[in-house]
């Protein structure tokens, strides 16, 4: 009990991090759909998709095999570090290098011309990220989840800052409201037309401040390149190349083909890039069940490592998963019955609440997302990597075949199906081959009517619809009120005497 607490304790400060910095920065979504039309805001989502998929390409699965070889030799973890990120400095030179030789040819033919400056800034973003991901893996390994979490925090927080800087004080100068003597200047240097470039900009500055904040994590390094011992590195990681890349495309390519696939006029009087501007922004919200996994992977990938050759272990993980499943079913119940007060406060354009519903399906798919995830710890503590790389690579597969079947036909309600699909076909595989090389006794009966009971509380208060919003609030909070007492009553022998956040339970 006492590793779960641990990994809870960690947990908790990752999420931490991960909420309070991504609750700051969601405080853009109603900037940006304040400044930016459905159109523009599209542009941002495009590119950030495309970036995506560079980001495994960047990294390729080196996270991981740095914790499998430290868990390993622990002695040897600081011969380790100047290892791998003397190879991340080395590819990550490397591929900056190819798109600042193609960038002006990328925008040309992403439909960007004359706008290569972005292209090069996000190749920049992309080195930095991947540079510092080692640093930020040992901080994980050393299980310092107190400065990890400052750091993320802080990095969040200062591109906040950039943003509202550029979309808010800039932009007011520009159009004379603020600073009228100033005026002039901004008429010249800022660029008006394509504000969205100021988003990417701001990135590239926030994110150039990491190298400074994780400057410590550097001490001692010094350049190492030795093949025979990187050989075994890269051959543990390449499938979780392929993985990181078909896992983007689980994630991100339903957003990138929208704006190809979905007929003109699909929508009434709104252009495909509009229509993807408001998927974009809708898709944002299940950020809230994202957060929560991006937290909990933090913590349990170094957790799973350092506890797979424990004779308790299969009992651990499987402990793990519930827990983990019924938080996220907590969340998933919550957010889906306010989603009418969340699209109030985050979209200033009503234009974007036309795709609210689509949210429920989003946070369901993530959930399945992070059971995969969850599952996944028998491919990793096994060495048997490859059979991950094809089960996100079916995963791609099944999402490229149907958002071209669906995206015609249904939009983006169409993409966010495909979504789910994916991810709950991904985390059944899984499954049925971790039975086999890894069995873990998990509850699969509980999770499976956690899943149920949340699924149909929110379709059946979802059928309730008052045109006061303040009596949806209240009406739809039953619900979640309901889910809440429903748990602790079926979980009350296991939380007696505990202590969360705080409240000892009875």
């Known amino acids: 009990m006492s590793k779960v607490k641990g990994l809870a304790g960690d947990t908790m400060w990752y999420g931490l991090s991960s909420i309070i910095g991504r609750m700051i920065s969601y405080l853009l979504v109603p900037l940006y759909t304040s400044v930016f039309l459905p159109g523009e805001y599209g542009i941002v989502t495009e590119l950030y998709a495309y970036t995506a998929f560079l980001y495994p390409i960047f990294t390729y699965g080196i996270e991981t095999a740095y914790f499998r070889f430290a868990n390993k030799n622990p002695e040897e973890e600081p011969a380790l570090f100047n290892l791998i990120v003397t190879l991340m400095i080395l ?13 002006a040819d990328l925008a040309i033919w992403l439909d960007y011309p004359g706008k290569e400056m972005v ?12 540079i510092t991901s080692v640093p930020f893996a040992r901080l ?8 990890f979490a400052f750091i993320r925090f802080f990095n969040i927080a200062f591109a906040v800052v950039l943003n509202l800087f550029f979309l808010v004080f800039c932009l007011k100068i520009y159009e004379g409201v603020w600073f009228t003597e100033l005026q002039d200047f901004m008429l010249t240097h800022y660029d008006f037309e394509f504000k969205a470039k100021y988003v990417f900009l701001s990135n590239l500055i926030s994110n150039s401040l990491l190298i400074v904040l994780l400057i410590k994590e550097f001490n001692g390094f010094k350049p190492r390149f030795n093949w025979n011992k990187v050989s075994p590195i890269l051959l543990y990681a390449s499938p979780l190349l392929f993985m990181g890349l078909a896992g983007v495309t689980n994630e991100m390519l339903s957003r990138a083909l929208l704006k190809i696939w ?3 006029g699909y929508y ?6 509009a229509a993807l501007g408001i998927f974009g922004a809708c898709y944002k919200l299940s950020v809230f069940m994202m957060l929560g996994i991006q937290a909990f992977r933090y913590a349990a990938e170094p957790f799973f490592f ?4 424990s004779k308790d272990s299969p009992k651990l993980f499987a402990n793990v998963m519930t827990g983990f499943v019924i938080f996220c079913t907590l969340v998933f119940v919550a957010i889906s019955l306010n989603l009418e007060v969340i699209g109030m406060i985050f979209f200033a354009n009503p234009a974007y609440r036309e795709g609210l519903y689509v949210v429920p399906i989003l946070l369901l798919a993530y959930l399945f997302n992070g059971i995969y995830y969850n ?7 096994t060495d048997r990597t490859i059979y991950g790389a094809g089960i996100t690579i079916f995963g791609a597969m099944l999402t490229i075949l149907l958002n071209y079947i669906l995206i015609p036909v249904m939009g983006y309600f169409g993409s966010s199906l495909v979504t789910l699909v994916s991810y709950f076909s991904m985390a059944l595989i899984s499954y049925l081959f971790g039975r086999k090389f890894y069995p873990i006794p998990y509850q699969v009966s509980k999770i499976a009517i956690y899943l149920v009971l949340a699924s149909f509380l929110i379709w059946g208060f979802y059928q309730y619809d008052s045109d006061n919003w303040m009596i949806n609030f209240f009406i739809k909070n039953l619900g979640v009120l309901i889910f809440v007492l429903g748990t602790y009553l079926a979980e009350r022998k296991h939380l007696a005497g505990r202590v969360v956040f705080g409240f000892k339970f009875p």
Do not use: C, H
């Open 91 to 103: 590819t990550s030179t490397f591929f900056v290098g190819i798109l600042f030789y193609f960038g």
């Open 262 to 264: 979905l007929p003109e």
């Open 306 to 309: 350092s506890n797979a050759d």
């Open 140 to 147: 994980r390994f050393r299980k310092r989840a107190k400065k």
């Open 375 to 381: 599952l996944s710890v028998w491919y990793k503590v």
């Open 119 to 130: 292209f090069y800034w996000l190749a920049t973003v992309l080195a930095v990220d991947a």
């Open 268 to 273: 009434p009087d709104q252009t495909s890039m």
